[in-house]
């Protein structure tokens, strides 16, 4: 690149004049150390896209190369006009404009308005201070106006297209040329107001979608590069300044971005599809900008950010500083963020750039992008891949054992050629598991401790006594049956809340620290076998086996009573009673053991401290982690080093929380009976039979709550797989051509019903309800 003599940086901005452009600078990997001119190379960035260019050190403005933003190095003068735009302004012109019609008689003309808004909007600064409300920026306020920015941009949407093309056109002048770095907080209310404006939504033309199409990859490469200070204030200004609609309305405005960059690629190229997404810069940009939105989701996480200073471990409680906790709660569910076009490509090949740590753009980098079920595919690929490599050994060591034996047989040679048995081959891939029913914890222990490197393998068992090959059915049963032996409240590894109905791992079991492995195993084994176990943890269990920071809100899921207690003491404001006198509490955490109350001090000394207005918070943030973390421990790494046995590698990694519990539980969504029956395999029965239409009708009428009793009457579980309820395996079984004043009876480990020949609707209705309701199957009591 050279420099221009009398070249302008302002100059082809000015209408009705033709200017050259700004010079283009050279990539820094491409420019030469020769330089005809004399002039100094020197290597910088695009303060937009933070791509390296090397340029001459003379130049004082030029546009990048990558992303095509003309770059000021000296800051354009930003005049800000004496009145910025306001909604009142835009009002006035509209009811000018109306007035002059009365007047006249002819047509609406919009002239004024549309000087208004270019006048107001042509630059960066007044385009920046349009709509403020003159409050200071902090992390809760954004400084602009945003319902005045929504209805007046609403008012301009009916407006002809003039007044759009206004608005846009200065737009597109301000992205393709900002005419100053943004590195200021004061900076980023134009980009709140970018997001506000409704014509970016709008592609009902193919000329009109690109051309918004690349006013917001402009928006987003600028968003995506800005200082991380910035990130964090505009996450928080998604958090905090948008309701749940809009912020909705903007995860899918990005979602919508992305597919239709993707969709493109597919459609126009020839070449593989993941080199054409990974050296896409704007795919890059769009998925850093979800990210915002991704964490101004988590509300909780960015507390947690603030928490760990100056705190020697990892192992908290976050206790959210405002009064209503609900505002600390996701707005969206995960699954908002899902793109379904990103399922489609490659998933394996970009997990192994990812997990290579290429420098290239992954998606798995973004996990939150990628569906709950294309997730499970690459674990399973992942799995597949490490049971291969197992397998290999296995199959080796079994070569080298028959190779031994053979050798002392024949005076201890090695020679000839081993050869395997079909049997042998078969079992090599397997996981097998012999147990008696009555011995059920002891012998799964005992085996899957002398298996651990066998737990990826698919799973099966034999039950010792009994004919029956394991199809799926033995296996799920061993499952059901494990499950509800540890879980059983006499067993006493977990301690239950009436009220909530769910459990927690016990500070004073008696149990060995090898069965809360096993409960770990389990539920690894589950995830591996796609088996859903119908388990009463919270979600705080999956976020401390992801290490992410565990809430009061978590701990209000599990033991609302004490939370409803700390948040009252937290809350407490009666300035003629102090706290002292009407909690009377000191630092002490209680625990109950088999019947008797246990006291353990929070802090050194914390039995002869009481509980005061300047340290009650310190109190419920020690309490909340002695019930969370502390007590419990050494219960939990024990889990957790089963847990992570079976479920370790990179994949894991790629899962949220509520994800775990979705895939260990199954999903809570309504139950889709129409999707479930057109899965549905008959045995004696069809679709058209008069029992099935009777039971399809019941099924259908019944509540949401009678619905979930029916399916785990059923399946043993009222939840469906997370990959949703068509990959619910359901049969219904025909147990005879005759009526019976027989109950339906089941096999949960096949998901199979069985029916017979019930006369009358009301009948097939009664049997139902009193098998369902007085059987109490192998779901957890």
């Known amino acids: 690149m050279t420099s221009q003599q009398g070249y302008s940086p302002y100059s ?6 033709q200017h050259a452009p700004p010079p283009r600078p050279s990539s820094a990997s491409s420019s030469s150390t020769n330089d005809p001119q004399g002039s100094h190379l020197i290597i910088g960035k695009c303060m937009y896209c933070k791509s390296q260019l090397c340029y001459p050190q003379a130049v004082k403005v030029f546009q990048c190369v990558t992303c095509d933003t003309i770059n000021d190095l000296i800051a354009a003068p930003g005049i800000v006009p004496q009145e910025p735009l306001t909604l009142q302004q835009i009002e006035r012109e509209i009811e000018r404009a109306k007035d002059r019609q009365a007047e006249t008689g002819g047509d609406l003309d919009y002239s004024d308005l549309e000087a208004l808004l270019r006048e107001k909007l042509k630059k960066f600064a ?13 992390y809760d306020e954004c400084g602009v106006n945003l319902a005045d920015a929504r209805k007046a941009f609403a008012l301009l949407l009916a407006m002809p297209n003039s007044i759009a093309l206004a608005v846009m056109t200065s737009v597109d002048g301000i992205l393709k040329r900002p005419g100053k770095e943004i590195k200021d907080k004061e900076d980023l209310k134009f980009i709140m107001l970018m997001l506000e404006c409704p014509w970016l939504s709008r592609h009902r033309t193919p000329q009109e979608s690109d051309y918004h199409h690349n006013i917001t990859k402009r928006l987003f490469t600028i968003m995506s590069n800005l200082p991380s200070e910035l990130h964090k204030y505009l996450s928080s200004w998604f958090t905090n300044c948008l309701s749940t609609p809009i912020f909705h309305t903007r995860v899918n405005f990005v979602n919508k971005f992305i597919t239709q960059r993707l969709s493109n690629q597919q459609k126009s190229s020839d070449r ?31 507390d947690a950010e603030i928490g760990t200073k100056n705190r020697a471990g990892s192992d908290y409680v976050i206790v959210p500083f405002s009064n209503n906790s609900a505002t600390k709660s996701q707005r969206i569910p995960i699954d908002e963020y899902y793109n379904m076009i990103v ?16 420098a290239m753009f992954t998606f798995c980098q973004y996990p939150f992008l990628i569906s709950m079920g294309a997730k499970m595919q690459i674990m399973a690929w992942d799995a597949k891949r490490s049971m291969e490599i197992q397998m290999q050994k296995t199959i080796e060591a079994l070569v080298m054992q028959k190779r031994l034996k053979a050798a ?4 201890g040679e090695l020679n000839g050629i081993t050869l395997l048995t079909q049997a042998e081959l078969q079992q090599a891939p ?5 147990v008696h029913r009555n011995n059920l914890i002891e012998e799964s222990l005992t085996q899957l401790s002398r298996h651990e490197i066998d737990l990826k393998k698919s799973l099966r068992i034999e039950f010792i006594g009994e ?15 494990l499950v509800r032996q540890l879980f059983d409240p006499q067993y006493g590894m977990f301690i239950y809340d009436d009220q909530s109905n769910y459990c927690w791992f016990n500070p004073a079991s008696f149990e060995s620290l090898d069965q809360f492995y096993l409960v770990g195993v389990v539920i690894g084994l589950a995830i591996y076998n796609s088996t859903i176990l119908d388990l009463p943890l919270p979600l705080a269990v999956y976020k401390k086996l992801l290490n992410t920071p565990v809430t009061l809100e978590d701990l209000a899921t599990f033991r609302p009573d004490l939370a409803k207690g700390f948040d009252q003491l937290l809350n407490y404001e009666d300035e003629d009673n102090s706290i002292e006198d009407v909690f009377c509490l000191n630092f002490v955490g209680v625990y109950e053991a088999y019947g008797e109350s246990r006291e353990v001090p929070l802090i050194p000394g914390g039995e002869d401290i009481p509980v005061t207005s300047e340290n009650r918070r310190h109190y419920v943030e020690r309490y909340a982690n002695f019930i969370m973390n502390l007590s419990i421990f050494d219960q939990f790494e024990s889990f957790r080093r089963g847990f992570y046995l079976v479920c370790s590698g990179h994949a894991l990694s790629l899962f949220r929380p509520e994800e775990i519990d979705f895939l260990v539980r199954g999903s809570a969504e309504p139950l889709d009976i129409d999707q479930l029956r057109s899965v549905t395999v008959y045995e004696g029965f069809n679709d058209e039979h008069e029992v099935i239409k009777n039971f399809w009708s019941i099924f259908k009428e019944f509540e949401d709550k009678n619905q979930r009793r029916l399916l785990q009457f059923i399946t043993a579980s009222d939840r469906y797989p997370a990959t949703g309820i068509a990959n619910l395996a359901f049969k219904i079984t025909c147990m005879g051509s005759h009526d019976s004043n027989r109950y339906p009876t089941t096999h949960t480990c096949f998901n199979q019903l069985c029916l017979y020949n019930y006369k009358g609707r009301e009948k097939l209705k009664n049997m139902l309800m009193r098998a369902m309701n007085e059987s109490e199957g192998f779901g957890v009591k």
């Open 272 to 302: 593989n599809q993941h080199i054409i997404y990974q050296s896409d810069a704007r795919i890059q940009a769009a998925a850093r900008v979800m990210h915002l939105f991704f964490k101004a989701n988590q509300p909780n996480e960015k």
């Open 408 to 411: 002392s047989e024949n005076g």
């Open 126 to 138: 007044a385009f920046n201070a349009s709509f403020s409300n003159r409050r200071p920026l902090t």
């Open 430 to 434: 397997l996981l097998t598991l012999k």
């Open 467 to 481: 004919d029956g090959v394991d199809a799926g059915g033995l296996r799920k049963e061993w499952f059901l049956l």
């Open 12 to 17: 082809y901005l000015q209408q009705g004049t």
């Open 343 to 358: 399922d489609l490509i490659d998933l394996p090949v970009d997990f192994c750039a990812w997990e290579s740590r290429s």
